[in-house]
């Protein structure tokens, strides 16, 4: 019978440590597939098959290959990510093994450009594994950041940018539109649930310079994070408080969350005090802090709110700064992690002292019209995980 052509599989092998290619050159049938090469840095490899053994560096352009046969040994979740975030299917690799480690992801990098968005994204994943921390150069500034967190150090990787730095923008760009408030105007900025600093340093460095930067954050792992970043960037005119802010002075338990420092929260009482996770923190209220450092409340003029759950408590404690006309407010708005009584108190104290706000998913889709602060109340049935609002005088 005559035999059929066809177009062939090209199998490039990548090996670590283990021989366990050996076997799958065993089972390859060589009328539909062709392993071109195996892929051994350390030349640990001992081919008795003719299979070319090269180095990395010797590795033509990656789609080039159909299929990649990974043989690793530690990281094997991290990997799958980045394979997802490169757009590369998964019918494109086959891990002999389930994990990966350092190694295998500084190989990954070798196919793409230093600075394009994917060679950052490898970068970023290849250095933090075992490291504590790492540094990363934004357009919207320098920052440390905790090696484990995958939301904001993951973001700022990629995008080069400072996180949440549209919303900063359209925060002080709707500030002078509905307040009149000019970006050469000094005074105060507030931050409350700073974490790492990415919102007012960014704030402080390139829109509103003049003004001087109150950053609030309990967890002293972050705070530790927050000072550092402030000195990477060469800010002076600051206060940082290492407090959670409520509606007084007393004590919280609250989650540290590696994977995302940025969302961790008081604890409502259904974590064990025992929890490794949980740390003691101190809070004051916005009140007491203004009278305690002589603060005039006309004199903050931006005011950002993300503390996961926790604005009701804020908003409770910060009577002097809700009864200033010309004071903006930007607010996170979460009901995925905020009881829906805890969202009423924030709408009842909202309607209080505000008309209108602005729910920023709308803003950003193209719906700009300011809504009557009545519906904040209905708000988390159209956004039931998580928004942000501009709130109007």
């Given at each position: 019978?005559?035999?059929?052509?066809?177009?062939?599989?090209?199998?490039?092998?990548?090996?670590?440590?283990?021989?366990?290619?050996?076997?799958?050159?065993?089972?390859?049938n060589e009328d539909y597939f062709e392993i071109v090469a195996i892929?051994?840095?350390?030349?640990?490899?001992?081919?008795?098959?003719?299979?070319?053994?090269?180095?990395?560096?010797?590795?033509?352009?990656?789609?080039?290959?159909?299929?990649?046969?990974?043989?690793?040994?530690?990281?094997?979740?991290?990997?799958?990510?980045?394979?997802?975030?490169?757009?590369?299917?998964?019918?494109?690799?086959?891990?002999?093994?389930?994990?990966?480690?350092?190694?295998?992801?500084?190989?990954?990098?070798?196919?793409?450009?230093?600075?394009?968005?994917?060679?950052?994204?490898?970068?970023?994943?290849?250095?933090?594994?075992?490291?504590?921390?790492?540094?990363?150069?934004?357009?919207?500034?320098?920052?440390?950041?905790?090696?484990?967190?995958?939301?904001?150090?993951?973001?700022?990787?990629?995008?080069?940018?400072?996180?949440?730095?549209?919303?900063?923008?359209?925060?002080?760009?709707?500030?002078?539109?509905?307040?009149?408030?000019?970006?050469?105007?000094?005074?105060?900025?507030?931050?409350?649930?700073?974490?790492?600093?990415?919102?007012?340093?960014?704030?402080?460095?390139?829109?509103?310079?003049?003004?001087?930067?109150?950053?609030?954050?309990?967890?002293?792992?972050?705070?530790?994070?927050?000072?550092?970043?402030?000195?990477?960037?060469?800010?002076?005119?600051?206060?940082?408080?290492?407090?959670?802010?409520?509606?007084?002075?007393?004590?919280?338990?609250?989650?540290f969350v590696a994977a995302n420092p940025g969302g961790s929260s008081?604890?409502?009482?259904?974590?064990?005090?025992?929890?490794?996770?949980?740390?003691?923190?101190?809070?004051?209220?916005?009140?007491?802090?203004?009278?305690?450092?002589?603060?005039?409340?006309?004199?903050?003029?931006?005011?950002?709110?993300?503390?996961?759950?926790?604005?009701?408590?804020?908003?409770?404690?910060?009577?002097?700064?809700?009864?200033?006309?010309?004071?903006?407010?930007?607010m996170e708005y979460a009901p995925l992690i905020t009881d829906v009584?805890?969202?009423?108190?924030?709408?009842?104290?909202?309607?209080?002292?505000?008309?209108?706000?602005?729910?920023?998913?709308?803003?950003?889709?193209?719906?700009?019209?300011?809504?009557?602060?009545?519906?904040?109340?209905?708000?988390?049935?159209?956004?039931?995980?998580?928004?942000?609002?501009?709130?109007?005088?």
């Open positions: 019978m005559k035999k059929i052509n066809t177009i062939k599989t090209r199998i490039l092998i990548f090996e670590t440590l283990t021989p366990a290619y050996q076997d799958l050159i065993a089972s390859v892929v051994d840095n350390e030349s640990a490899v001992t081919n008795s098959a003719d299979i070319p053994v090269v180095s990395f560096e010797q590795v033509p352009d990656f789609s080039f290959w159909d299929l990649l046969v990974i043989n690793d040994k530690a990281f094997g979740n991290s990997i799958r990510k980045i394979l997802s975030m490169l757009h590369i299917p998964e019918e494109r690799y086959v891990f002999l093994q389930k994990s990966i480690d350092r190694d295998e992801i500084a190989f990954y990098r070798t196919f793409f450009e230093a600075d394009s968005k994917n060679g950052r994204v490898l970068d970023y994943f290849c250095r933090k594994i075992g490291e504590n921390y790492l540094a990363v150069t934004t357009k919207g500034g320098d920052y440390i950041t905790h090696a484990s967190d995958s939301v904001i150090s993951e973001s700022m990787f990629r995008k080069r940018e400072s996180y949440s730095q549209d919303e900063i923008d359209m925060f002080i760009y709707l500030a002078k539109q509905y307040y009149g408030t000019s970006r050469e105007e000094k005074g105060f900025f507030f931050d409350i649930g700073a974490n790492i600093g990415t919102t007012c340093i960014y704030a402080k460095k390139y829109l509103v310079p003049n003004m001087s930067i109150v950053a609030f954050e309990p967890l002293y792992k972050n705070y530790k994070l927050l000072l550092a970043n402030i000195i990477l960037n060469d800010i002076t005119d600051y206060i940082a408080v290492n407090k959670a802010v409520s509606e007084t002075s007393g004590s919280y338990k609250m989650h008081i604890v409502s009482g259904k974590k064990e005090d025992g929890d490794s996770d949980l740390q003691s923190v101190e809070s004051l209220s916005v009140d007491e802090f203004l009278l305690q450092n002589h603060i005039a409340p006309a004199d903050v003029r931006y005011v950002w709110i993300d503390t996961e759950g926790f604005e009701a408590n804020v908003l409770k404690g910060a009577k002097m700064l809700l009864e200033q006309e010309k004071t903006a407010f930007y009584e805890q969202l009423t108190v924030v709408a009842d104290i909202c309607s209080r002292h505000f008309r209108q706000f602005i729910c920023m998913d709308d803003f950003f889709a193209g719906d700009t019209q300011p809504r009557p602060i009545e519906e904040l109340y209905e708000l988390y049935k159209r956004y039931p995980v998580v928004t942000n609002v501009f709130l109007i005088k």
